[in-house]
């Protein structure tokens, strides 16, 4: 069984691909502190997709360490056709993005163009806006729109090549937020047991609400992350919080389709409102993207990954530094070198917590509190569902770990993305001082806690007429 790593708050999620994929590389990486998988399924086939996950439990139960499983779906996506050699697009060139290529046109202009695959893109686009292509490399404005093409201007040149990515800054795209392709790459992960399911370009809460049907409908526990990728997440940003489990910050699209100097802003926005009704948030994209092909990340991406824990985000993602990059397993030891280093700033610039109205959130915070003010304590609770847990962690302590007990190894997994909570299986959930003491034998035995060490526990307790009723103890362990 691998020895619990050193305490870090802040969760660390790996995608994988080509350069993680291997037996021996997933062993490193759960080995390195990656707390949660994820699978982007914009390119991945369902074979691949099954014996990934598969391979994901295999070396999980080899090492004794459970990690989580996020897929993460593809979504609606608007990119360009098929060129047969890549464009130069010239400065002030005029353009056409044609949505419908069997309409006639007339062949006479001189006017390059090429197909998009979103025949209704020419309702939805108005004279005026900017086409981003490519990541925002090349820029061009909408001149004309007719039925069978939108006439543009270039004004950031660049190479057009085929199946490029096509963003509309400000644009209400009236595509599906959940697809058919999307449908049927859940349904393979329903089968083999994913813990998430992160939804691309979310726009308002009824797109989580959808996904949630969906996944209710088929038996599947999985929680869901809502990724804010556009304009029309940020003005929808607090319902589509309260919807969803998780909120990710994906900077990638986001950056691109508001303007850069609010990116800062929106992610201190979203992160400020996770935290005041103790939902989980994941910043993403770019954290180390340098990494990829150089040993050491820059001063400013340190900075970014710092700035993540400063504001005291539950999870720092890597995408490409993991999956095709060269150096995955330093990328995973930055990020978890600074991550501890800013946890300890963290607790000595104490920051009031969120106030919380319901009863059972102020008897945790009445918890952490004690918590805070016991030197080298931890918090030990018991959660069927990890709802007790991530209560406690909505506090944020500021030294205390929280050793979560579960019943149930889906609500572990589920707590692998949730700050400051170290989680175990505890089977079964039995009389509530039997519990505890086996819990307190667990914990010993896994090196977690020592004799003389303080906790802090959230338990039941059976009064005289076998009522269960909330507690918090104080132990000392012998």
């Known amino acids: 069984m691998m020895p619990p790593p050193p305490f870090r708050r802040t969760k660390i999620i790996a995608t994988l691909g080509p350069a993680t994929e291997s037996h021996e590389m997933l062993a490193q990486l759960i080995r390195s502190g990656v707390d949660v ?12 997709t099954r014996k990934i996950i598969r391979r994901i439990r295999d070396v999980s139960r080899e090492l004794g360490h459970e990690v989580a499983i996020m897929m993460d779906i593809k979504g609606p996506e608007i990119r360009t056709g098929d060129v047969a050699v890549p464009i130069e697009l010239q400065p002030g060139e005029i353009f056409d993005f044609t949505v419908k290529p069997e309409s006639t046109r007339d062949r006479a202009e001189e006017i390059r163009s090429v197909d998009v695959n979103y025949r209704n893109l020419v309702n939805d686009i108005q004279v005026g806006d900017t086409v981003l292509v490519d990541n925002g490399l090349i820029r061009l404005e909408v001149l004309e729109k007719r039925d069978s093409h939108i006439r543009c201007r270039v004004l950031t040149p660049g190479q057009l090549s085929s199946r490029r990515h096509i963003n509309l800054p ?71 919080i309260r919807a969803t489990d998780v909120l990710m910050v994906a900077r990638g699209d986001l950056g691109i389709e508001i303007p850069y100097e609010e990116l800062p802003v929106v992610q201190r926005r979203a992160v400020g409102t996770c935290l005041s009704i103790g939902r989980p948030v994941i910043i993403a994209t770019h954290m180390l993207e340098s990494m990829i092909g150089q040993p050491m990340p820059t001063r400013a991406e340190i900075t970014d990954v710092a700035n993540a824990v400063f504001e005291q985000a539950d999870c720092v993602m890597l995408s490409g530094e993991t999956t095709v990059g060269r150096y995955p397993l330093e990328c995973v030891g930055v990020l978890d070198k600074i991550s501890r280093r800013i946890e300890e700033e963290i607790a000595c610039e104490f920051v009031e917590p969120a106030v919380f109205l ?33 209560g406690l962690a909505a506090h944020r302590p500021l030294r205390a770990p929280i050793l979560a007990l579960t019943d149930s190894a889906e609500t572990l997994r589920h707590l692998r993305i949730v700050r400051s909570v170290e989680p175990y299986l505890l089977q079964p959930f039995d009389d509530p001082e039997k519990t505890i003491l086996r819990a307190l034998e667990l914990l010993t035995q896994r090196g977690r806690i020592k004799a003389g060490d303080k906790l802090v526990i ?6 005289s007429s076998q009522h269960r009723i909330d507690s918090i103890q104080l132990r000392t362990v012998e």
């Open 37 to 48: 998988i994820r699978l982007n399924m914009a390119h991945a086939s369902h074979e691949w």
């Open 170 to 240: 400000g644009v209400h795209v009236n595509l599906p937020s959940f697809t058919e392709k999307d449908r049927g790459d859940t349904l393979v992960g329903i089968s083999e047991g994913i813990d998430f399911v992160a939804l691309s370009f979310v726009r308002e809460a009824a797109d989580v609400v959808q996904l949630r049907g969906f996944l209710k409908e088929h038996g599947s526990p999985a929680r869901i992350v809502a990724k804010i990728e556009d304009q029309s997440a940020i003005n929808n940003l607090d319902e589509i």
């Open 358 to 390: 319901a009863e059972r959130m102020k008897l945790l915070r009445s918890a952490v509190v004690m918590a805070n003010e016991l030197p080298n304590s931890a918090i030990l609770c018991f959660t069927r569902r990890g709802v007790t847990a991530a």
């Open 458 to 463: 959230i338990s039941d307790v059976m009064t």
